[in-house]
T-cell receptor, first 113, second 116 residues
Framework: SQQGEEDPQALSIQEGENATMNCSYK?????LQWYRQNSGRGLVHLIL?????REKHSGRLRVTLDTSKKSSSLLITASRAADTASYFCATPYSGAGSYQLTFGKGTKLSVIP | ETGVTQTPRHLVMGMTNKKSLKCEQH?????MYWYKQSAKKPLELMFV???????ENNSVPSRFSPECPNSSHLFLHLHTLQPEDSALYLC???????????????FGPGTRLTVL
């Protein structure tokens, strides 16, 4: 199976600063997804970037994908205290009869007011 | 609100108890998943159901028994659990396209399970 690995494991920044998280994966993919999880809650899908895209924006989120390096980054601009959460990248793989996602361990982001 | 609900939200059980977790999705999806999330470990996929058929069982102990009576409901039956089974159990659903390209998942809020 493929697995995304996020870096850093934890990140602490001041409100208003930008936060950058990285993800590396092992094999070819057709898309990569980023999810957010507030403490003890379910994951929420943030953004999906396809393998033929290099950059994608959604509000204050900017995602890049470099398939040659098998890496992706998530940038959150002008961070807010409400952005405090764990962020996961996920890559799909073909299981037996269905398509599934493999998640990394996540980056825990703390935004200090 | 993601369109996926889970009950109960919290569950405390002894090792000899039998309990069930319930998941319901209101999104018209055809694939549903159970994940286990333990502290400091990656999200672990436990079971996958596609069109009500179990398509994946990632070496999960038999004390966890899934049931998918229809494409909207998913259960996880628990019996004789161990303390190390304490975790957040997450349910998710997706629209499983035959082309298998874009399958974002929608998660429920999870059930926090504590096994004493």
């Amino acid at each position: 199976s493929q697995q995304g690995e996020e870096d850093p494991q934890a990140l602490s920044i001041q409100e208003g600063e930008n936060a950058t998280m990285n993800c590396s994966y092992k094999t070819s993919i057709n898309n990569l997804q980023w999810y957010r999880q507030n403490s003890g809650r379910g994951l929420v899908h943030l953004i999906l970037i396809r393998s033929n895209e290099r950059e994608k924006h959604s509000g204050r989120l900017r995602v890049t994908l470099d398939t040659s390096k098998k890496s992706s980054s998530l940038l959150i601009t002008a961070s807010r205290a409400a952005d405090t959460a764990s962020y996961f990248c996920a890559t799909p793989y073909s299981g037996a009869g269905s398509y599934q996602l493999t998640f990394g361990k996540g980056t825990k982001l703390s935004v200090i007011p | 609100e993601t369109g996926v609900t889970q009950t109960p939200r919290h569950l405390v059980m002894g090792m000899t108890n039998k309990k069930s977790l319930k998941c319901e999705q209101h999104l018209g999806h055809n694939a549903m998943y159970w994940y286990k999330q333990s502290a400091k470990k990656p999200l672990e996929l436990m079971f996958v159901y596609n069109f009500k058929e179990q398509t994946e069982n990632n070496s999960v102990p038999s004390r966890f028994s899934p049931e998918c009576p229809n494409s909207s409901h998913l259960f996880l039956h628990l019996h004789t659990l161990q303390p190390e089974d304490s975790a957040l159990y997450l349910c998710a659903s997706s629209q499983d396209r035959s082309s298998g390209t874009y399958n974002e998942q929608f998660f429920g809020p999870g059930t926090r399970l504590t096994v004493l």
